[in-house]
């Protein structure tokens, strides 16, 4: 560790023009629970970080007829526990639940899990000047890469360790970001950026903005959702691979299915070939195992993760026959 200074943000606007007063290297602390470990690891050596914890305009939970309001400094613990979260947002609560344990969950809040960073070791590792850091090679594409994407594999490997960002990208969620001269939304999988546009970042912000709030909109009643979720070991552990699925029945044929995969791709990855394969389709004529295998269509599996690869293929299965065999009857 290293001498830095540390700065409480009295408003938002004072946090953004806190990260780029004076030229600083500065980097926001919310929960903490991913940013202590890299300041620890050298990953991060900041000269200044700026806390939003006072900030309890980026707390909350607003739910009204046509949408959930969740501020960015929300805990994932308050969240999950949240009564209209559980019923209307299933995934979402269902993420939240998966996310480490409950003591990271109490502390840890929803913006800051949204925007960690990759768990590769490569790249977590002070001995590997990695692309991620702005080296110029990647040692996981032929070195060890048993936890690595499946997708979009080519420049930087890595996966998006967030639970939540699966569980909002087939929720259509949006994110709302903030700085000192202007406030703007964009869709959730437009806050994500691949390694192909930049190795050394894994989201769109720029100097001086903040996630501030992220907006869900309020499902119909004929939309249901889940996420389910594969990793090494019960205790707490990052996903091997993980599915979010959302579906929308009318008259027991699928009108519109969202379904998102983490754990196999650098951003949250949007099963395109799947939703399509599901949707127009009778809730009684459908193969679960297919649409599992549109989900992977694609992959391109390094030298020791093509096991994520029948994985992933088999919770979406699984996740279609979950919601479409409801115990409830909910989607008959």
Not at 26 to 41: F, H, M, R, S, V
Not at 51 to 75: E, F, N, P, Y
Not at 188 to 200: R, Y
Request: glycine residues 8%; aromatic residues 6%; neutral net charge.
């Amino acid at each position: 560790m290293y001498g830095f200074e540390f700065v409480k943000a009295h408003s938002v606007d004072d946090a953004g023009s806190r990260l780029v007063e004076n030229g600083a290297v500065a980097n926001i602390i919310a929960g903490g629970t991913d940013l202590l470990g890299e300041l620890k690891q050298g990953t991060l050596s900041p000269q200044r970080l700026v806390s939003l914890q006072g900030l309890d305009d980026l707390r909350g939970i607003v739910v009204d007829g046509q949408r959930a309001k969740i501020g960015a400094m929300t805990t994932i613990a308050d969240i999950a526990a949240h009564p209209v979260i559980r019923s209307h947002y299933s995934a979402l609560a269902q993420a939240c639940d998966s996310v480490a344990t409950p003591q990271i969950r109490n502390v840890g809040t929803l913006g800051g899990n949204l925007c960690q960073r990759p768990r590769c070791w490569y790249y977590r590792s002070p001995l590997f000047n990695c692309r991620k850091k702005g080296g110029t090679e990647c040692f996981a594409i032929d070195g060890a890469n048993k936890f690595h994407a499946i997708f979009d594999n080519a420049v930087c490997p890595i996966v998006h360790p967030s639970d939540t960002a699966v569980a909002l990208s087939a929720l259509d969620a949006s994110v709302m970001i903030a700085s000192p001269n202007e406030i703007h939304l964009l869709p959730i999988q437009g806050f994500f950026s691949s390694p192909s546009a930049d190795a050394t970042t894994e989201n769109v912000l720029g100097a001086g903005e903040i996630l501030s709030q992220i907006i869900i909109p309020t499902p119909s009643s004929n939309s249901h959702s889940i996420f389910l979720k594969a990793k090494e070991r019960q205790a707490m552990d990052f996903a091997l691979a993980s599915v979010a699925l959302s579906l929308d029945v009318v008259d027991d044929v699928v009108a519109s299915a969202r379904i998102a995969l983490g754990g196999v791709a650098p951003v949250p990855y949007k099963a395109t070939h799947a939703e399509q394969a599901i949707a127009g389709k009778p809730v009684n004529n459908i193969d679960a195992g297919a649409i599992g295998q549109a989900a992977v269509r694609g992959a391109a599996p390094l030298s020791d993760n093509g096991y994520k690869v029948r994985l992933a293929s088999g919770l979406v299965a699984r996740a279609v026959r979950t919601l479409l065999q409801d115990d409830r009857g909910a989607l008959q």
